[in-house]
């Protein structure tokens, strides 16, 4: 599994006022449900280079309490894990996801 030094450094979640309902509004995930990802294994964290221009950004693939596979981008402030957007996992995700 690929970790970030940044991501195990991690004291909490930032979340922005333009992103905080823009997943669930998008595509029905609640920030609680981004949240959960980062604490449930497997836990597969890559760096996301072709969207990290201005700032680094990372997708992370995980699960919810309640099995719901996530696909979860977000950017390191600080300490503080800020999540730019979250989906479902799309099929190619959840085989990449199931088989690592």
């Known amino acids: 599994m690929y970790m970030l030094q940044e991501y195990l450094d ?38 996301d280079e072709k969207h990290s221009a201005k700032e680094k950004r990372y997708a992370a693939f995980g699960h919810t309490d309640s099995g719901k596979q996530l696909m979860v981008v977000y950017t390191m402030r600080r300490k503080l894990l800020r ?11 959840r085989e990449f996801y199931e088989n690592f």
Request: glycine residues 8%; aromatic residues 12%; hydrophobic residues 35%.
């Open 10 to 47: 991690f004291t909490g979640f930032d979340w922005d006022k333009g992103n905080r309902d823009k997943s669930l509004k998008k595509h029905g995930v609640h920030g609680w449900e981004c949240e959960q990802v980062f604490f449930n294994s497997p836990l597969i964290i890559l760096e």
């Open 83 to 93: 999540v730019i957007s979250a989906r479902n996992m799309n099929r190619k995700e």
